[in-house]
Structure formats: structure tokens, C-alpha cells
């Protein structure tokens, strides 16, 4: 069983930034790609950034490319969303998920994430 606990939303201006975390509970975190998906108020829930199990690979959203930046510390199970200068239209729930599947699965859906976090909310003033 894997555990994913988000940290460091909270309300910022536009043009701000914000440094998510998200700490997991796992033997061998190293095993999981890591992802970050987002979810607007009635809205479907988003693709956001990937990074591989090693943290050699990463991929983005067109929408957040350039300003956000995903990283990982296999030795402290924990991955990052760097957040810059951000927009209005970034505010959602952010949620960070852990997949089993191979990189080259690109894993850019849901529906490839087996473990889940309890989300962590970013809002964003203009």
C-alpha cells in the first residue's frame, strides 16, 4: 500500500509561486513514476507534469510548460511541483499520484495512477 500526503498549497497573487510537495509512504518509491494532475471546480481532473522513476524523464502540460517544474528525491520518497508565475486559470485542486506502469507507457492518464493523495487546494487571485 502506498500513502501520498500533498503539502504546500495555499492562496497566492498572479505572478506568484507556489512549491507543492508530496511525501509518500512506500518501500521502494523509486518503483513509481509520479505524476501531478489538477482539478478545477466542476471540472474533470487534468494532467499536469510526469516524472519518471529515476527523475531522468519529465513531461508537462502544454498549458503549464515553462513555468512549472516537477522533481523528485527518491532518498526522501518525496516529489515536487515547482509552480511560477502563476495564472488565475491554475487554481484547482492539485493532486499527486503514483504509477506502477513503464515510462514509455506515457503515463498522462488517470486512469495509469494506482495510488492517489488527498489533494492539496491552490488558488490563485488576480
Known amino acids: 500500500q502506498v500513502q501520498l500526503v500533498e503539502s504546500g498549497g495555499g492562496l497566492v497573487q498572479a505572478g506568484g509561486s507556489l512549491r507543492l510537495s508530496c511525501a509518500a509512504s512506500v518501500r521502494t518509491f523509486s518503483n513509481y513514476a509520479m505524476g501531478w494532475f489538477r482539478q478545477a471546480l466542476g471540472k474533470e481532473r487534468l494532467f499536469v507534469a510526469v516524472i519518471s522513476r529515476s527523475g531522468g524523464s519529465t513531461s508537462y502540460a502544454d498549458s503549464v510548460k515553462g513555468r512549472f517544474t516537477i522533481s523528485r528525491d527518491n532518498a526522501k520518497n518525496t516529489v515536487y511541483l515547482q509552480m511560477n508565475n502563476l495564472k488565475p486559470e491554475d487554481t484547482a485542486v492539485y493532486y499527486c499520484?503514483?504509477?506502477?506502469?513503464?515510462?514509455?507507457?506515457?503515463?498522462?492518464?488517470?486512469?495509469?495512477?494506482?495510488?492517489w493523495g488527498q489533494g492539496t487546494q491552490v488558488t490563485v487571485s488576480s
Open positions: 499520484a503514483a504509477a506502477s506502469t513503464a515510462w514509455d507507457r506515457r503515463p498522462f492518464m488517470p486512469a495509469q495512477y494506482d495510488y
